[in-house]
């Protein structure tokens, strides 16, 4: 029997920013490794694009407590090589000691860590076991310099790179296919935070200030919006606060709601047809980024204004969410529509080089390909 990968990310959570790191880990995990068998850490039924259906090993309501942890530990032991594919911020001492756990029960090939963040640590404990985690990987990617920086203080002799995230590789997809049609309106792609946290006032005052620029733009340009879910679950997804918006906003300044899309590919088809978009999801403005449309970012954690400056995102284009200045807001989507958008400044080609650093644990078949679209 052929070797078998575990990839272990937050996959089946119905989310589009982690469907496109678990494709992008699968992809170039195929591409620059040959693995071609997985096993994945999801907790629902996946459709990974070019690799088929995957039937979940984890349960999404445990029947006692450590059950999840148990069938991680049990798809780990049966596999040769272990993949922490994006998404991850190591930060909980907790969560990096399950991953140090699955590193030891995993198979004769090395571990890779790629596309993470790291830090701000919870407590003294939690950096210590980070330390040991990017010593006991083979090879690290982190997506971000902090992240970098953190790295080579805490554990200076391990196998660490500044990469990237891994979303642009996406880009390199066999089965990506660019629509290249006309441009029209405005998406928006929100998300709760201050909801979960019990903080809904403040929540529902953003909402009202956002609601409040997009009619105004409506008024003055004709620009209709159209929400996209990003995440599709049911608790913790982004149809609660997308419907919340529509209650604020006249009925014909919508133009669609779009739920949830499983297919990463397809949803940066969906952002490539729009003249802007607003992006409170990560992975809403990476990927709006890689397809060239003009984006906005609401930023409400401290990867999203990494993110943002990291591909040089102008900083008028950027807002903290805890603190949104709706004249301004309303301004920069005004400019934005009249050709005025200040686009990123870091090249999309630079970004697909920096991610596809990590694969370079195969040294040869990465460079081949950074050579190949340093010149694209």
């Avoid at 090395?110 to 990987?137: H, M, N, Q, T």
Wanted: hydrophobic content about 35%; some cysteine.
């Amino acid at each position: 029997m052929s070797d078998l990968t575990y990839l272990s990310g937050y996959y089946g959570m119905q989310n589009s920013g982690d469907d496109a790191l678990m494709l992008a880990t699968a992809w170039g995990a195929r591409k620059y490794l040959g693995d071609e068998n997985f096993k994945i850490s999801n907790t629902t039924r996946v459709n990974v694009p070019g690799f088929g259906k995957f039937e979940p090993p984890l349960k999404v309501v445990q029947r006692f407590k450590g059950e999840n942890r148990m069938r991680q530990y049990h798809s780990a032991i049966k596999c040769d090589r272990i993949i922490f594919g994006g998404g991850s911020v190591l930060h909980n001492s907790h969560d990096i000691g399950i991953k140090r756990h699955l590193i030891k029960l995993a198979g004769k090939d090395g571990a890779l860590a790629l596309g993470i963040g790291i830090g701000p640590f919870r407590d003294a404990r939690a950096e210590y076991v980070c330390a040991e985690f990017l010593k006991e990987c083979e090879y690290v990617g982190v997506r971000d310099q902090r992240s970098f920086d953190i790295a080579r203080s805490i554990a200076p002799d391990a196998n660490v790179e500044y990469t990237f995230d891994l979303a642009p590789l996406l880009l390199l997809n066999e089965d990506y296919q660019s629509r290249s049609i006309d441009r029209s309106g405005i998406c928006v792609c929100l998300c709760s935070k201050e909801r979960f946290d019990g903080d809904v006032e403040i929540e529902e005052e953003r909402v009202k200030k956002i609601a409040q620029s997009l009619e105004y733009i409506y008024k003055v340009t004709g620009r209709k919006i159209t929400l996209l879910d990003f995440n599709g679950h049911l608790t913790l997804g982004d149809n609660w606060i997308h419907n919340k918006l529509k209650q604020y906003l006249p009925a014909e300044v919508l133009e669609a709601h779009i739920l949830y899309t499983e297919n990463p590919l397809e949803v940066m088809q969906v952002l490539e047809t729009f003249e802007l978009v607003i992006g409170m999801r990560l992975h809403a403005v990476i990927l709006s980024y890689l397809v060239n449309t003009p984006v906005i970012s609401l930023n409400y954690h401290q990867k999203c204004s990494e993110l943002s400056n990291q591909i040089g995102l102008a900083s008028s284009h950027q807002f903290n969410t805890s603190d949104i200045d709706h004249k301004q807001l309303t301004d920069t989507i005004e400019h934005s529509l009249s050709m005025e958008h200040i686009m990123p400044t870091l090249p999309v080609t630079t970004a697909i080089e920096m991610s596809l650093k990590n694969w370079r644990v195969n040294s040869e078949a990465a460079d081949q390909n950074i050579r190949r679209y340093s010149s694209v």
